[in-house]
C-alpha cells in the first residue's frame, strides 16, 4: 500500500509552489538590491544561502545546481564551491524522519533487520539520503532513502520548467525545448523509482562485469522497496579530494571513468545520465566506484550506429555521412548551413577523440573555449531559426558534456582516442542488438519503445 505522502497531489503541488517561490524568490532580490540599488553583496555568504536554499529544496532544481557546479568557470568560485558540495553533502533529513520513513518501507520491526543502522546520513543529495548499515550477515550496506513527497515536488518542478522554457523561447528560437523538457521529465520520474534503479545497478553488474577497475555495489533485494534501495557499501574517497592527486593517478582515475561510461554505451547502447562528481568515489588504487544508478538512458542500436558514424564523419571530412547520422537521430530540415552549425559543436565534443596524441580533454589552457563555442553555435542556430533536437540526444548531450568536465576537473593527459578506439573499434549494430537483449533480459529490464 503506498504511504499517503508518496503521490502526487494538488496539496502537494501547492507546497512545492510556495516553497521555491520563497526560497529562490528571497535570493533573487538579494541579487536584484545589489544590481539595482547598490547594496552591496556579500557573495559567499549569498553562495552559502543558496546551496542552503537548493538542498533544503531538494528535488529538479537541485540537480541544475549540481549541473552548473561541474562546468569550471560558468560561475564564480565562490558558488561554483558552495554548489559542488551538494552533490553529497545537501542538508540531510533528521532520525524522526528517517525512523518514520523506515518504518513505512520495511514495517514495525525493520531495525532488527539490521546489526546496525547509522541515525546520521553519510550523505544527501536532490532525491534521497544515504545511511550506512550493517547488514545481520555482517556486510556493510548504504541505505538510499527518498525524502518524502517527492512525486509531487517533481511534477511541480517540471510544470515550472515547461513555463520557464516556453518564456524564454519566446525571446530565443535557436532551440525548440519540446523535446528537452519531455525527456526530462521522463527520466527525473524514472528516478523516483527505487524499484527501477535496483534493476539498473543489476544491469551495469553485467555490462561492467569484465571491467577490473570499475565497481558497482550489489542490491540486497530483500531489503529494497520503490522509496528504500539497499545495497553493498563501496569505500573510496570523493572524487573532489582527489583533484590534487599526482598527474599519473589522476589519469589512471579519468581512464577508468571513461571506460565506466563508455563500455556500456557502444557494447550495450546504455549511457549513465548524471556524470557529475558525486556520483563516484575513488579507491587507494584509483579504481572508481559507481554510486548512483538513477538516471540511466538505453538507447536503439541505430543511435550508437550514429555516433560512430558521426565520428567517422568528421575523421574523414564526409558531409554525406555526417547528414545520415543526424538524420538517423531524428533531426529534420537538414541542409549544408545547418550542417555545418552542428558540425561545430560536433567538432568541440569529438575533437579530443580525432587526435592520435597524449593530450587534456581542453588543451589549450582556455577554460572559457567550450563556453565560446557554445554561445557561436546558439546564435547561430538563433540566425538560422533554430532546430528541434531529438528527445534522445538530450541526456546524450548533457552526459557527454558533465564527463568532459570530469576530465577538465582531472586535468588528466590521456590518448582519448586511443581509449575511444578500445571502445568502438569492433562496434556493429548486430552485435550491440544482441549483446543489449542479453544484458536487458539478465536485469529484467523491459527494452524502451522505438
Known amino acids: 500500500m503506498t504511504p499517503p505522502d508518496e503521490t502526487d497531489t494538488l496539496g502537494g503541488r501547492v507546497q512545492r509552489y510556495a516553497r521555491v517561490g520563497r526560497a ?3 535570493l533573487a532580490a538579494s541579487l536584484a538590491g545589489q544590481r539595482y540599488l547598490g547594496v552591496e553583496l556579500d557573495r559567499s555568504r549569498h553562495a552559502g544561502e543558496l546551496a542552503q536554499a537548493l538542498g533544503n529544496l531538494k528535488g529538479p532544481l537541485m540537480k541544475v545546481a549540481q549541473i552548473m557546479s561541474t562546468i569550471p568557470d560558468m560561475l564564480p ?3 561554483t564551491k558552495e554548489l559542488a558540495s551538494l552533490q553529497s553533502n545537501a542538508p540531510p533529513m533528521g532520525w524522526l524522519f528517517v525512523r518514520r520513513r523506515m518504518n513505512s518501507e520495511l ?3 525493520w531495525q532488527d533487520r539490521f546489526r546496525s543502522f547509522e541515525r546520521e546520513a553519510a550523505a544527501a543529495a536532490s532525491l534521497g539520503q544515504v545511511h550506512r548499515a550493517v547488514h545481520g550477515d555482517g556486510r556493510k550496506l548504504a541505505c538510499k532513502l527518498q525524502y518524502p513527497d517527492m512525486k509531487s515536488a517533481v511534477e511541480a518542478d517540471l510544470r515550472q520548467l515547461r513555463a520557464a522554457l516556453a518564456i524564454y523561447h519566446r525571446y530565443d528560437k535557436a532551440i525548440d525545448p519540446a523535446d528537452i523538457q519531455g525527456e526530462i521529465g521522463d527520466r527525473l520520474r524514472e528516478e523516483l523509482d527505487y524499484d527501477l534503479e535496483r534493476r539498473h545497478i543489476e544491469l551495469y553488474r553485467y555490462m561492467l562485469r569484465d571491467e577490473t577497475a570499475v565497481h558497482v555495489p550489489e542490491p540486497v533485494p530483500e531489503l529494497c522497496t ?3 534501495l539497499t545495497m553493498g557499501w563501496l569505500d573510496g574517497a570523493r572524487m573532489l579530494d582527489r583533484l590534487e592527486d599526482d598527474q599519473e593517478t589522476r ?3 579519468a581512464r577508468n571513468m571513461f571506460r565506466a561510461w563508455y563500455v556500456p554505451f557502444y557494447e550495450y547502447g546504455v549511457i549513465h545520465g548524471d556524470p557529475h562528481l558525486g556520483n563516484y568515489s575513488v579507491r587507494d588504487d584509483a579504481t572508481i566506484n559507481l554510486l548512483d544508478f538513477g538516471c540511466i538512458r538505453i538507447f536503439p542500436p541505430s543511435f ?4 560512430v558514424d558521426l565520428y567517422r564523419a568528421l575523421e574523414t571530412r564526409d558531409d554525406d555521412l555526417a547528414v545520415h547520422a543526424y538524420e538517423g537521430w531524428g533531426f529534420t530540415g537538414l541542409n549544408r548551413e545547418v550542417i555545418g552549425i552542428l558540425n561545430m559543436w560536433a567538432e568541440f565534443l569529438y575533437g579530443p577523440l580525432l587526435e592520435d596524441r597524449t593530450r587534456r580533454i581542453e588543451d589549450s589552457g582556455d577554460t572559457m573555449y567550450g563556453a565560446r563555442v557554445a554561445e557561436k553555435v546558439h546564435a547561430e542556430l538563433r540566425r538560422i531559426g533554430g532546430v528541434t533536437p531529438p528527445r534522445e540526444f538530450v541526456l546524450m548531450d548533457r552526459a557527454a558534456i558533465g564527463l568532459g568536465s570530469v576530465f577538465l576537473r582531472l586535468k588528466a593527459e590521456v590518448n582519448w582516442h586511443e ?3 578500445s571502445v568502438s573499434g ?3 549494430t548486430a552485435a550491440l542488438e544482441t549483446a543489449q537483449t542479453a544484458a536487458l533480459q539478465e536485469a529484467a529490464i523491459v527494452p524502451p519503445a522505438t
Open 24 to 26: 529562490v524568490g528571497g
Open 77 to 79: 568560485e565562490e558558488y
Open 107 to 109: 514495517g514495525a520491526g
Open 226 to 228: 520503490p522509496r528504500l
Open 251 to 253: 589519469n589512471r582515475i
Open 304 to 307: 550508437v550506429g550514429g555516433a
Open 419 to 421: 581509449l575511444y578506439r
Open 426 to 428: 569492433r562496434f556493429s
